[in-house]
Nanobody, 118 residues
Framework: QVQLVESGGGLVQAGGSLRLSCAAS????????MGWFRQAPGKERDFVSS????????NYADSVKGRFTVSRDNAKNTLYLQMNSLKPEDTAVYYCALRWRSTEYNYWGQGTQVTVSS
């Protein structure tokens, strides 16, 4: 089993920044990648960004490219999402997810709320 705990969400004005963290614990050996997803009210959960655990290859949704940066600290088993130049449309619950010996994300955190005011 793997447990994921997100933190760092909150309320910020448009143009501001936030950094999300996701701490992984349990049987993390064998992690292929971790990612961030978000879900706005009344919408489906969307992919935001991901990073492979071994070599740090990153991927971003077009809507966040150039504004968000994903990173990881392998020693701490922690995933980060630095969010800059935030926009009201970035408002959502942000979820951390992990791919453990799978082609799909099979572990999820509980989510953290990010609210960007205009």
């Amino acid at each position: 089993q793997v447990q994921l705990v997100e933190s760092g969400g909150g309320l910020v004005q448009a143009g501001g920044s936030l950094r999300l963290s996701c701490a992984a614990s349990g049987r993390t050996f064998g992690t292929y990648a971790m990612g961030w997803f978000r879900q706005a009210p009344g919408k489906e959960r969307d992919f935001v960004s991901s990073i492979t655990w071994s070599d740090g290859r990153t991927n971003y949704a077009d809507s966040v490219k150039g504004r968000f940066t994903v990173s990881r600290d392998n020693a701490k088993n922690t995933l980060y999402l630095q969010m800059n130049s935030l926009k009201p449309e970035d408002t959502a619950v942000y979820y951390c997810a992990l791919r453990w010996r799978s082609t799909e994300y099979n572990y999820w955190g509980q989510g953290t709320q990010v609210t960007v005011s205009s």
